[in-house]
């Protein structure tokens, strides 16, 4: 402990502040049976006053039970700290804690999940991991594994997503009946998702009859991406564009309103995720909202069946996702 730093209370602080065993503050700590109503008030008074903040992790590995749930999450992504609010009130309401080990430009996917391997967790939660299939289904092989954001196609291994292919649909319904028909893409370039977002993308410039307008320009998950994505189109701006995720839409907008092209007079944006950031004000971004309630709930949900030893077949659930009509999209330009 560093020169400074005040000591946590222990057990044994309580017990001695109100003169009674460390078994007993035990016993009134987990609320169990064993201690009469004065002791026991007389505990919880000792305990509030010295701030003691039970260790319910240590208390479950040392009685051999781990109620703890990994999640590997990327520190880069706010989507993915949307869901780590989510993920949080699923595993209260099923009586799990979280434990959380971050993908950093510094720290890979294999140490984050390494990390989490020493904490003894019950099942492992990946959100959008970017790491092969054989070396997902191998740790499949070790705990229950549930993947976000991604399909595995693997029987080992359980997948909680959202329909991407459907929701670069909606993106590009919505746009072509705002009357646009030069509408763009920037994909997530060899992020995960990014293939069924450009696919759906696709899919609907033809249903459209609008191939020959398709524009697909490589991006990324950063806002740097969004803009250097943004510098391209320029060159020939389209009127409308649909993006991989609402981090790159903010770079994109940026660049493009420095332009001096107005969002959404001269063009539209559409984003993909509805991120905490994209409902702010000053970027009231139209975008493709994923189910974060639903999406955190199930994954919990399943990972906790399969703790359970649950014979569940379905390895695979696929949920839609939503149109959030906002500020960044309006009528295409008249010639």
């Known amino acids: 402990m560093r020169a400074g730093e005040q000591r946590r209370p222990t057990l044994a602080d309580v017990a001695a502040e109100a003169g009674v065993s460390v078994a007993l503050v035990s016993i009134v700590m987990r609320d169990a049976p064993g201690a009469s109503a004065a002791t026991r008030q007389r505990v919880l008074e000792v305990a509030r006053r010295l701030d003691y903040q039970p260790d319910s992790r240590a208390r479950l590995l040392r009685s051999g039970e781990s109620r703890l749930l990994g999640v590997v999450f990327g520190v880069q992504h706010p989507f993915q700290h949307d869901l780590l609010t989510g993920l949080y009130d699923a595993a209260d309401k099923q009586g799990y804690e979280l434990t959380l080990s971050a993908v950093t430009p510094r720290r890979d996917e294999r140490t984050a999940i390494g990390g989490l391997l020493q904490d003894r967790c019950a099942a492992m939660i990946l959100l959008g991991p970017q790491i092969p299939v054989a070396e997902l289904a191998a740790l499949a092989g070790r705990m229950p594994v549930v993947v976000m954001m991604r399909g595995v196609r693997h029987k080992a291994v359980d997948v909680v997503r959202t329909d991407d292919v459907r929701g670069l649909n909606l993106a590009v319904d919505h746009l072509v009946t705002l009357g646009h028909t030069r509408i763009a893409h920037v994909d997530g370039g060899r992020m995960i998702a990014s293939a069924e977002r450009r696919q759906g993308y696709h899919e609907a410039m033809r249903r459209h009859g609008l191939e020959a307008y398709a524009r697909v320009v490589v991006g990324g998950f950063g806002e740097e991406d969004g803009a250097r994505a943004a510098r391209e189109l320029l060159a020939d701006p389209p009127t409308a564009v649909t993006m991989f995720n609402d981090l790159s839409a903010a770079g994109l907008l940026d660049v493009v309103q420095r332009h001096g092209l107005a969002i959404p007079g ?62 960044t999209t309006g009528s295409a330009p008249t010639p």
């Not at 993909?272 to 955190?296: E, K, P, W």
Request: hydrophobic share 45%; proline share 3%; aromatic share 4%.
């Open 266 to 327: 001269d063009l539209s944006v559409v984003g993909y995720d509805d991120s905490s950031f994209s409902r702010l004000a000053h970027i009231d971004l139209t975008t493709v909202a994923q189910d974060i309630d639903t999406l955190t709930t199930l994954a919990v949900a399943r990972a906790v069946e399969r703790i359970a030893g649950g014979g569940v077949t379905n390895r695979e659930i696929v949920i839609p996702p939503r149109l959030i009509i906002r500020g």
